[in-house]
């Protein structure tokens, strides 16, 4: 299992409901590979589509001590919390930066790996992450979210910042 960037197939699939009964693998060992990919590039949060397995399955992490697991989740928007931009990057687009607009709050449903079913609200970040993510499990990329005006923004950003690294190798 590696990370795989655009334009690969697996980022614009909608992926498969994990079926608890006839495991496409071992649930533990899929979480542990997933947060051992998510870690080892900086991220913060993971999708399955982006290490190429085609399953309902994110996983989250803001350090060591904290990180979870998502199985088949689903969100409904809060509407009285409003949305708000912050800048969103992706694994599987290096050195893209983009301003998107989300939701602030979420209701999210989700199953852990007992396949106990979990309901809450997360908000702030952690509601982005999540949202962002659950994106990949429906084969939408996050430069499909920015406006056009923010798209270009980023794409330019990005050529910039392969120019430098290319100054810095020689």
């Given amino acids: 299992m590696n990370l795989v960037y655009d334009p690969h197939p697996a980022l614009y699939k909608v992926a498969e ?26 991220g913060i949060g993971l999708a399955a589509p982006q290490i190429d397995v085609n399953t309902r399955v994110i996983v989250l992490g803001t350090g060591e001590d904290i990180e979870h697991a998502f199985i088949n989740p689903s969100y409904e928007i809060v509407e009285e919390e409003g949305t708000e931009y912050m800048i969103e990057g992706c694994l599987s687009f290096p050195n893209y930066f983009i301003t998107i607009k989300r939701p602030k709050t979420i209701k999210l449903t989700y199953y852990e790996a007992d396949g106990t079913r979990i309901e ?42 392969e120019r430098m690294k290319k100054r810095e190798q020689n």
């Fill in 17 to 42: 409901a994990w079926n608890f009964e006839n495991p496409l693998m071992d649930v533990g060992e899929l979480i542990y590979r997933m947060q051992k990919i998510r870690k080892s590039n900086n």
């Fill in 120 to 161: 809450n609200q997360p908000s702030g970040i952690t509601a982005r992450v999540i949202q962002h993510e659950i994106d990949h499990l429906e084969g939408l990329t996050f430069n499909k979210r920015a406006s056009m005006y923010h798209l270009n923004k980023a794409k330019r950003e990005a050529k910039r910042l």
